[in-house]
């Protein structure tokens, strides 16, 4: 029970990789706060857990609306005691050809995956420094944070934009005891995979399980990625052992990219 005194925030925790991190971190000790949009869907995880034996509350909330993150924050604190790590999960994926991203789709990816991810971790670091204790906050890049993927320009772009903002906030919270870290995920099992095979078959004509299994072919370890191995890393990097660690965006892909 390596995170038996962490109080966590997991958002998008109603499903796909989320929910797996929050599943995993309350087996670990932690108390879990899932987070969804859709007050169902985190409450669906949340009865999971707790069928499990876990600690969890469910608090749904829009994370592109700062207001909101802080009073979920503020909820979470009343409940279980200042959260110490928040585990900014959430987001959404588009595809489309550069020459096709509107400015709509780019205010849409950009809404939930960047300004998500900033109103959590300042909400988040807000409270800690308040509390005056260390914590963690982990962010959710990508291997097209890694390098740019055709006909995912603007979603790429978010996923570059969470590295660097991960960068520049561990660098400035570290005087207050609080590591920022991000997991580099690849071609994962959930929703959001279909949706791209979706749409790339869309464009070249062919069915998704087809454009699926070509890009399964980039991947080393010849497979797509389960949730539970995503949420494993996260887990290390919420743990004690990982109390050193800051400002790193730490690759499982299986193989996907080298760096």
Do not use: W
Request: net charge negative.
């Amino acid at each position: 029970m390596a995170l038996e005194k962490t109080v966590a925030i997991v958002t998008g925790g109603g499903r796909g990789i989320g929910r797996a991190i929050a599943e995993r971190l309350a087996a670990e000790g932690a108390a879990v706060a899932v987070n969804a949009l859709h007050q169902e869907s985190a409450e669906d995880a949340t009865r999971s857990i707790r069928a499990r034996g876990g600690r969890a509350i469910a608090v749904p909330a829009d994370v592109a609306d700062p207001v909101a993150v802080t009073q979920m924050v503020e909820s979470v604190a009343t409940e279980f005691g200042t959260p110490n790590l928040m585990v900014a999960n959430a987001g959404i994926v588009q595809v489309r050809p550069f020459l096709e991203i509107s400015p709509e789709d780019l205010a849409a990816v950009l809404r939930v995956n960047v300004h998500g991810f900033v109103n959590c971790a300042q909400a988040a670091a807000r409270a800690m420094i308040a509390a005056g204790i260390p914590g963690k906050i982990i962010g959710a890049s990508s291997i097209s944070g890694r390098q740019g993927y055709a006909f995912m320009g603007h979603y790429s772009a978010t996923k570059f934009a969470i590295i660097g903002l991960v960068q520049t906030a561990a660098k400035e919270l570290a005087q207050h005891g609080i590591t920022v870290n991000a997991y580099v995920a690849g071609m994962v099992e959930t929703d959001m995979a279909t949706t791209i095979g979706d749409g790339v078959g869309a464009i070249f004509g062919i069915p998704a399980s087809v454009a699926l299994a070509e890009f399964v072919k980039t991947i080393t370890l010849g497979r797509m990625q389960r949730p539970e191995e995503v949420a494993g890393l996260v887990a290390y990097l919420a743990s004690p052992d990982a109390d050193y660690m800051t400002g790193q965006a730490v690759a499982i892909d299986g193989g996907i990219t080298f760096v």
